[in-house]
C-alpha cells in the first residue's frame, strides 16, 4: 500500500498531466481526438481519487 505522502505526489503528477493535455491543446486551438481526451478525463480521475484517499479516515 503506497504511503500518503506518496500518494498525493502521484496523484498531483496525474491531475497535472491531464490538466496540461487537455489546456495545451485547447489553448493551441487543436483539436483533441476522443481517445486522448479519455486519457486525459482518466487521468484527472484517478489523480481525484489518489489525492481524496490519501488521508486517513473516510474520503470524501
Same mark, same amino acid.
Given at each position: 500500500? !503506497?504511503?500518503?505522502?506518496?500518494?498525493?505526489? =502521484?496523484? &498531483?503528477? +496525474? #491531475?497535472?498531466? *491531464? /490538466?496540461? @493535455?487537455?489546456?495545451?491543446?485547447?489553448?493551441?486551438?487543436? !483539436?483533441?481526438?476522443?481517445?486522448?481526451?479519455? =486519457?486525459? &478525463?482518466? +487521468? #484527472?480521475?484517478? *489523480? /481525484?481519487? @489518489?489525492?481524496?484517499?490519501?488521508?486517513?479516515?473516510?474520503?470524501?
Amino acid at each position: 500500500m !503506497p504511503t500518503s505522502s506518496m500518494k498525493v505526489v =502521484v496523484g &498531483a503528477v +496525474l #491531475l497535472l498531466i *491531464g /490538466s496540461a @493535455l487537455i489546456l495545451g491543446t485547447g489553448l493551441q486551438q487543436i !483539436p483533441l481526438p476522443a481517445i486522448a481526451g479519455s =486519457v486525459a &478525463a482518466l +487521468l #484527472l480521475a484517478a *489523480g /481525484s481519487v @489518489l489525492l481524496g484517499t490519501s488521508e486517513g479516515g473516510q474520503p470524501v
